[in-house]
């Protein structure tokens, strides 16, 4: 299919409370714990962008003011490290530095679910299919996930859910979903369970924290009612949505951190530092000796 729409913009939820993190997300985000040298946050920019995503659209919440921040100019820093010669740190600065005018923040006013934040970027995204990237999900793969559905998008058009792979015993954890026919480099999606009870779970498949999503969704989450924890999923949503579109399968063969758990973070800060040539040989060392 080559006439399907293309995807420009990627819409990031960060306006989460943080629990989990407690006392460190009282005054910092959660997406700004660092994962090695960068924030949690810069890996899924850094994805979208290698997908080709040009416009990077963060839905924040009260405190998050320092994730704007991070993405804009810091003036009197590169002021300063210019003064001083230090062309080294200069240049991660302007690796990092999305360009002016593409990105755009709004405010989820109270976190009533990730449904909910989603709907908030509906006037930014327009009548546009968009990529939704949770930021807490890190991904390690040359690729890129976001990339593989592209791949996928471009062939089949509609929906796309990234899935992983996942222990049958696990699947009680996650959002499963259930696999139907191959289209493209993929499969058709035919249903969709959270947290299936254990033994029930249509697939080992779960759904990892990548989407791709056409517009239609934003009119659905407009009238979403809260559903589990007394949140508006963006689950029920998509079911809905799937009555009258198609949603496509993509499996993602990379590693994927969940940084919103303790141990999901400090395993991603593990494997990075395990693949930094500078301290690899030291942090192999540290953990032989723990
Ligand atoms: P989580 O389920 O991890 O919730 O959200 P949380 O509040 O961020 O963290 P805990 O559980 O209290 O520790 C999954 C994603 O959805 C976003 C979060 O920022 C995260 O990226 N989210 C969730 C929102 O943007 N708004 C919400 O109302 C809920």
């Keep these: 299919m080559n006439s399907v ?14 629990t ?28 979208a962008k290698k997908a080709g995503i040009e416009h990077f659209v963060f839905v924040t919440g009260r405190n998050k003011g320092v994730i704007e921040d991070h993405f804009d100019l810091a003036y009197e820093l590169q002021d300063t490290l210019q003064k001083r010669e230090k062309k080294e740190a200069l240049a991660v600065l302007e690796h990092y530095q999305p360009a002016a005018g593409q990105t755009s923040f709004t405010r989820q006013q109270a976190p009533l679910g990730l449904g909910h934040a989603v709907w908030c970027a509906r006037d930014i995204v327009g009548n ?7 930021p807490d999900m890190v991904m390690k793969d040359e690729k890129g996930c976001l990339s593989g559905m592209m791949d996928l998008y471009s ?17 009680h954890k996650y959002g499963v979903i259930e696999k139907g ?11 969709m369970v959270e947290k299936p009870a254990p033994g029930t779970a249509p697939s080992n498949l779960f759904i990892n924290g990548r989407y791709i999503l056409q517009p239609e969704i934003f009119d659905i989450l407009e009238d979403q009612k809260p559903g589990a924890g007394n949140e508006i999923q963006l689950t029920d949503a998509m079911l809905t949505l799937a009555n009258q579109q198609s949603f496509y399968g993509h499996v993602f063969t990379g590693q994927t951190f969940d940084c919103g758990s303790k141990a999901g973070f400090i395993e991603a800060n593990i494997a990075f530092a395990l693949d930094d040539a500078e301290i690899a040989e030291q942090i192999r060392e540290m953990l032989n000796t723990m």
């Excluded at 989990?20 to 994805?47: C, G, N």
């Excluded at 509609?158 to 696990?170: R, S």
């Design 5 to 18: 729409k293309p995807v420009k913009k990627a819409v990031f939820p960060v306006a989460g409370l943080g």
């Design 20 to 47: 989990r993190f407690l006392p460190a997300t009282k005054s910092v985000p959660k997406e700004m714990l660092t994962v090695l040298d960068k924030p949690v946050i810069q890996y899924a920019v850094d994805e």
């Design 155 to 171: 062939q089949t058009g509609g929906n796309i859910i990234a899935t992983e792979e996942v222990a049958w015993e696990e699947t």
């Design 128 to 134: 546009e299919p968009f990529a939704l990237l949770l």
């Design 181 to 191: 026919s191959p289209a493209g480099d993929g499969f058709e999606i035919t249903g």
